[in-house]
């Protein structure tokens, strides 16, 4: 095995991210729903940031399936119940889908289709469904025999689901072939495959996969300023970007209360859910148009010159307010990637399969006020040509409050220097890192 690169073998990650800020409620369950959702719900800033309520008289979601490859989706928090359809146990431990061991993968759906019920999490696309598909962490792995292949058999199995996007908060910094064939093989299929950028954008920046991909979205994590948040990783390879600090969650496994932390994993789900508005309110569209009215729609500095993409803030931040509400962002070729600039699978609005992998600008907030989009001041966005961007811009509007920092990251995978052999399978294993 050379450095930086696995063949193979399962990716191992623990979470990566700071400890919550705040715990919003205890005992979620059994509680009076008021008396959570003055706290959960209360802390979803982004949604009025990104005009949610204006975006939900036009689209909802529905008719679109994501699958959130995670830890686990417990299908029976108030805010999933009637949900999450069928998935499978990818890490093929003790449980299934629906066991979620860290409450991370529970988390991340809420906020792409949450209800909002009993005070729970309102999710961005709440008529839209998830399928779970539950991989294992580096707890899990220290504790049982898994599967080693379990991240890429889990993409191969949500591109040949129903799902049109699959959300996969984690990364590592170790390049594996199988698992970049699992994710072209799902672009191939038309599928949107959303991956967070990483959390330690203030520490090492390393690329992060599978967000590093070509064919994958990757997605950083910006505050209610619209400002970049220091922990989000940067570079080449950054999409776009989302609100991700400052973001309610579950505290842990218990379920029992809500924290608030920051993560790439959280701006993950909430383009993974942006894209679902999108694509309900277009579904005739294929997933390159989709994702191509995304980018086009973007909120970005007025200085970015046309086509150009920020290292920290990708085509700008996802707006999917500008599409549906003021047709910002034109679809344009049903069959053309926007990520690779070639063919993919089909022109049709779900994608054919291929087993062989095979310029835009707006810049009006959701207020209808110019938009800019820069990072904090201890993270400076960067354009193609190096030079700094300057000015806010938050996801779809113009409002303001106090700048977050510090944080975790979505599941980040990050691969750990240390490799083990699973006893069982023979197989080389590397760490993977959840990213908040």
């Not at 008289?57 to 679109?64: E, L, R």
């Not at 698992?179 to 967070?196: D, E, M, P, T």
Request: glycine residues 12%; proline residues 5%.
């Amino acid at each position: 095995m050379t450095a930086g690169m696995i063949e193979g073998g399962r990716l191992r990650r623990a979470m990566l991210g700071t400890t919550a800020t705040v715990v919003l409620a205890t005992g979620l369950v059994g509680v009076a729903p008021t008396a959570v959702a003055a706290d959960a719900r209360s802390q979803q800033w982004y949604l009025g940031a990104m005009k949610a309520e204006e975006i939900w008289k036009k689209s909802t979601g529905a008719g679109i399936t994501v699958a959130v490859i995670d830890t686990g989706v417990n299908p029976d928090t108030p805010s999933l119940k009637g949900k999450v359809l069928k998935g499978w146990d990818a890490a093929e431990a003790k449980g299934d889908e629906t066991d979620d061991y860290e409450g991370h993968g529970t988390s991340i759906a809420e906020l792409i289709v949450g209800s909002g019920a009993s005070g729970g999490i309102k999710g961005l696309a709440p008529d839209a469904k998830v399928i779970p598909y539950r991989v294992s962490d580096t707890k899990m792995q220290n504790s049982e025999a898994v599967n080693a292949y379990d991240l890429e058999e889990a993409i191969k199995a949500a591109a040949d689901s129903d799902a049109k996007i699959i959300n996969i908060s984690f990364g590592t910094e170790y390049y594996s072939s199988s698992i970049r064939k699992s994710v072209q093989y799902a672009h191939n299929k038309g599928k949107l495959v959303f991956a967070a950028a990483g959390n330690s954008g203030d520490e090492d920046n390393k690329k992060q996969y599978p967000a590093s991909y070509p064919e994958a979205i990757a997605v950083a994590a910006t505050d209610r300023n619209g400002k970049v948040g220091p922990y989000s990783q940067h570079g080449d390879y950054v999409d776009i970007a989302a609100p991700g600090s400052a973001i309610p969650k579950w505290c842990d496994e218990t379920f029992q209360k809500y924290c608030v932390e920051n993560g790439t994993s959280f701006a993950t789900a909430i383009a993974s859910a942006s894209a679902a508005l999108v694509w309900s309110a277009h579904p005739e569209w294929t997933g390159n148009q989709v994702l191509r009215a995304l980018f086009e729609s973007a909120s970005r500095n007025d200085d970015w010159e046309p086509g150009s993409v920020s290292t920290y803030l990708g085509h700008g931040i996802v707006r999917p307010n500008a599409n549906i509400s003021r047709g910002e962002g034109k679809p344009g070729d049903a069959n053309i990637s926007p990520l690779t600039n070639e063919p993919t699978g089909g022109g049709t609005s779900g994608g054919t399969a291929s087993a062989a992998p095979s310029a835009p600008s707006a810049t009006a907030s959701d207020g209808g006020a110019p938009a800019s989009a820069a990072p904090s001041a201890s993270t400076s966005a960067q354009a193609p040509d190096a030079k700094p961007s300057d000015g806010t811009a938050v996801a779809g509007s113009g409002e303001s409050a106090e700048a977050e920092s510090g944080g975790s990251t979505g599941i980040v995978i990050g691969v750990v220097a240390a490799v083990a052999v699973l006893a069982a399978a023979g197989v080389l294993v590397a760490r993977r890192r959840r990213s908040a």
